[in-house]
């Protein structure tokens, strides 16, 4: 009996590996990316209110009928293991060749029963449990919005078996990514409103900013313009100026030569748009803020007629010469002038954004470079 018994299971075995492995599963998209993400859009007990995030697709490759057993897990970047997870049975048998309709987050992210699975044991599925294994998750579920890091949705799925383990399934995973983008710092030129607007004679004029990289929020320059008799009123600079410049921009710096006009003021503002679940990145992008963006404060300076080289030199003289270096002061006294050009992170600067660079030389280590 014994040796009937043991090559039917050895057989038994080989027909289940191989009917499983003819099951396939992809979600679409298999990512979003975004800026924030609140609490309720991953409530298993209210899949009704999650926006529609991404869709499972599972197909019987294989030439069976057969069930599918299902398992769901959440899980987070901040904690190794799953945060919560459950499983299912579907409804019925899935043909051979065959797909099931498409899956949302919404079926999958559920502790209820669909039209198409059951559910299967009475595990916690729920955003409470879910909070309960990183006190950071616990606090940013009680603010409503989950923290910065990755969530995952991972679906395992196999054919109904009467081994009720795991060790063979396929599985796929959608993520969430999500990272902050609240903080936008205009560097140079100007000031930021509401002071009075400063003097600025370069062209091509610098701006400089600095932003939270996300490396995948778009970045958006607006410089509105004001008449020289019309200065601008920080109260309502967006509804008064004129629209100067648009453009996208990347990194953390700009420079192009722009038809400023002696004698008028300018404001300046870095924007990019906020993404949420409801409008994840590549969900589109417009050239106007809404309500959802993320912008900077407003710098203001009033555009001057571009200085000569030897008054520039000279004013880069005059700083220089405050660094106190004795090397430097012994070549103004051979002759030699600062050619009003400085080289920073590889880009060369004039005029005022020079002039602020040589501002940040105090204590620092610089190199001097003489041309005859």
């Known amino acids: 009996m014994k040796r009937i018994l043991l090559p039917l299971l050895a057989f038994l075995s080989v027909c289940l590996w191989a009917m499983e492995s003819n099951v396939s599963l ?33 197909k019987n ?16 970047s901040g904690v190794p293991e799953p945060l919560i997870s459950a499983e299912f049975i579907s409804n019925q048998a899935l043909p051979a060749g065959g797909e099931f309709p498409p899956l949302s987050n919404r079926d999958l992210v559920s502790s209820q029963s669909s039209i198409y699975f059951t559910r299967v044991g009475n595990s916690n599925f729920s955003l409470e449990q879910l909070s309960r ?27 109904q078996s009467g081994d009720d383990g795991w060790n063979r399934y396929v599985s796929d995973r959608f993520d969430i990514r999500i990272e902050n983008n609240d903080l936008i710092t205009l560097l140079s030129p100007g000031v930021p409103a509401p002071a009075n607007p400063i003097a600025v004679d ?32 920080p109260q309502s600079l967006a509804n008064t100026g004129i629209r100067f410049f648009q453009t996208e921009v990347e990194g953390g710096q700009f420079s192009e030569f722009l038809p400023f006009k002696p004698g008028n003021y300018y404001a300046w503002q870095i924007w990019t748009r906020h993404h949420s679940e409801f409008e994840p990145r590549g969900s589109g992008y417009w050239r106007e803020q809404d309500p959802n963006s993320v912008s ?12 000569s080289d030897e008054d520039a030199s000279q004013r880069m003289i005059t700083k220089l010469r405050k660094l106190g270096d004795p090397d430097l002061e012994e070549l103004f006294i051979q002759g030699f ?36």
Do not use: C
């Open 26 to 58: 992809e979600f679409q998209p298999s990512q979003i990316q975004v800026n924030s993400f609140k609490a309720t859009s991953l409530d298993p007990a209210a899949p009704w209110q999650q926006p529609s995030l991404t869709t499972l697709l599972i």
């Open 61 to 76: 490759d294989g030439n069976q009928d057969f069930r599918i057993q299902m398992k769901v897990e959440l899980l987070w």
């Open 133 to 159: 294994r990183s006190p950071i998750l616990r606090d940013a579920v009680k603010a409503g919005f989950f923290p910065e890091g990755v969530f995952s949705i991972r679906v395992f799925v196999k054919p």
């Open 202 to 233: 370069e062209n091509p004029v610098t701006f400089l900013w600095h932003n939270l990289d996300t490396d995948f929020n778009r970045y958006v320059l607006t410089i509105l313009e004001f008449p020289e008799n019309l200065p601008p009123r």
């Open 296 to 307: 900077s404060g407003w710098n203001l300076f009033q555009y001057t007629a571009a200085s």
């Open 337 to 372: 002038k600062p050619t009003g050009e400085v080289i920073w992170q590889g880009r060369s600067h004039s005029g005022q954004s020079a002039s602020e660079l040589l501002d940040m030389l105090s204590g620092k280590r610089y190199r001097i470079t003489v041309w005859e």
